[in-house]
């Protein structure tokens, strides 16, 4: 049984998203301030993340800024464009704008928890290419793609989130520990020759720039 965490300091709402949870056959954990989230997510890991933004304390950004490996479905009255637009940058999976429906809210927690569910596996597909996170084996149509390092390292990131556009600066941090010597003079140089590699089996392009902001996925065939 997956456990998802609720953060949020509106009791009735922490409450009302339990009862749903559980009737609908999830764990729940419950915590009420950005302080008692991190706590919480220092004993426990669970396998999805609700995550207000207005939190006594820490706020949700700061505490969204501390989690990793775990998908944060953000849940927030505040509409704007580019404020959600910046937290699916700073590594939501998601964003729900409060008041919302709970079919709608239990539809985007199935769909995180299945696509976590995919990258533990430890293969991550889109499209045409298989990227094994264990073997570091990379195919695109069944074709074997030698990679380096840090051309791996880049598409695994992408591939993480193939929805998401991926700033330069969060790439360059996200791959930093497996990659140093990468820095943003040669990131452009890297995700060319991984291009270039597709090239040899396919004329897609699986790879697109943001023009300003950094890179992701592309979903054109």
């Not at 950005?34 to 304390?57: F, H, R, W």
Request: glycine share 4%.
């Amino acid at each position: 049984m997956k456990t998802i965490a609720i953060i949020d300091d509106d009791i009735y709402i922490s409450d009302m998203l339990r009862e749903l949870l559980s009737r609908n056959g999830y764990n729940t954990m419950q915590a009420y301030s950005g302080t008692e989230a991190v706590y919480m997510l220092s004993e426990n890991t669970p396998d999805l993340i609700l995550l207000d933004l207005m939190l006594p304390g820490l706020s949700g950004e700061n505490v969204l800024k501390k989690i990793t490996g775990i998908p944060v479905i953000v849940m927030s009255a505040k509409a704007d464009v580019h404020n959600k637009v910046r937290l699916l940058m700073d590594g939501a999976a998601d964003y729900v704008t409060k008041p919302f429906e709970t079919a709608e809210l239990l539809a985007r927690i199935a769909v995180q928890l299945r696509k976590a569910t995919v990258m533990n596996s430890g293969i991550l597909e889109f499209r045409d290419i298989k990227l094994n996170t264990e073997t570091h084996e990379v195919t695109l149509k069944d074709n074997p793609v030698k990679l380096t390092k840090t051309e791996f390292a880049i598409l695994k990131l992408l591939m993480s989130n193939p929805s998401q556009v991926i700033t330069k600066s969060v790439m360059l941090d996200r791959i930093s520990l497996d990659t140093p010597d990468c820095v943003e003079s040669s990131l452009k140089v890297h995700i060319s020759n991984i291009r270039r590699k597709f090239r040899e089996y396919s004329d897609s392009d699986y790879i697109e720039a943001v023009w300003g902001i950094g890179f992701k996925m592309s979903e054109k065939s």
